[in-house]
């Protein structure tokens, strides 16, 4: 059981690295308003295929391993890795959304003076995040690593060194910080793109092309929700259990590197 879950880990992973990659190739000629649309669908391009490759490494790291000392700093890069470009991948979508209101509600003949706003928010809030972070990581407090999943992100266990069966021990205060750290601005996110398209359509609903639009972007939130539901749950219920044990990893490992091949090929 434990071979096919990494074999859809991977397949998906695969999957997401080959969507980016070609659209990194071909980012010049994507369908898009402007120049700074594709420089904004190139810049998730480049986010999705990290998150990828970052995803992807865990066939050689296992997060949920106690076993895993040969490869620390392996699971520490992937989780730096996994962190940032993730989490920026999520919030280049808000960018993206943001100059599609531009363009098409306020008819802003000069989008691109958002694009220093965008690089902001798309690389520099998660920049922000990963130094918190790491700082925490360096003062001796739960950072990253091990994080009860196959892969390694923002540590929930601490080491216990004198409990010799159990050498991990499960700690709440990383279980909080992926929440506020990840999963709240994810939230975020979602309720802030549901709010510009649903303005956007407003605007659009005379538009004979509003109905093509209108479905794209269902298709599109529909596929953001199902790949992000499933890790918030996990997070939520595992807190409240009371051996705090991960639920829905299967799922997870399926989804997760999946958004953003599934965003930029409808974008």
């Not at 895993?68 to 919030?91: G, I, P």
């Not at 808000?94 to 798309?122: D, T």
Request: proline share 3%; aromatic share 14%; with cysteine.
């Amino acid at each position: 059981m434990e071979q096919v879950k990494e074999t859809l880990l991977l397949v998906a992973a695969s999957v997401s690295c080959v969507g980016c990659g070609f659209l990194l190739a071909t980012w010049k000629r994507v369908e898009a308003p402007n120049y700074v649309s594709r420089r904004i669908v190139t810049s998730l391009g480049i986010a999705g295929l990290f998150t990828a490759v970052a995803f992807a490494m865990s066939i050689l790291v296992d997060g949920s391993s106690q076993q895993n000392q040969q490869h620390e700093m392996l699971c520490y890069v992937q989780a730096m890795t996994l962190q940032y470009f993730y989490l920026a991948s999520y919030l280049w979508t808000a960018c993206f959304a943001f100059h599609l209101y531009q363009i098409i509600v306020r008819r802003n003949e000069y989008p691109e003076k958002f694009s220093w706003i965008y690089h902001g928010i798309g690389w520099g809030l998660p920049g922000l995040v990963l130094v918190f972070l790491v700082l925490r990581q360096l003062t001796g407090h739960l950072g990253v690593g091990r994080a009860d999943r196959r892969w390694c992100w923002i540590a929930v266990h601490t080491t216990h060194e004198e409990v010799e069966d159990d050498p991990l021990v499960w700690r709440s205060e990383g279980a909080m910080q992926q929440l506020l750290l990840f999963y709240t601005p994810v939230i975020c996110v979602f309720i802030f793109n549901v709010s510009v398209y649903y303005l956007i359509l407003k605007y659009l609903h005379m538009d004979p092309m509003a109905s093509r639009f209108r479905e794209k972007v269902k298709l599109y939130l529909g596929i953001y929700f199902l790949c992000s539901i499933w890790g918030l749950l996990n997070r939520l219920v595992q807190i409240f259990r009371a051996d705090h044990e991960s639920i829905y990893r299967s799922v997870q490992r399926t989804f997760l590197p999946r958004l953003d091949f599934h965003f930029l090929r409808r974008g």
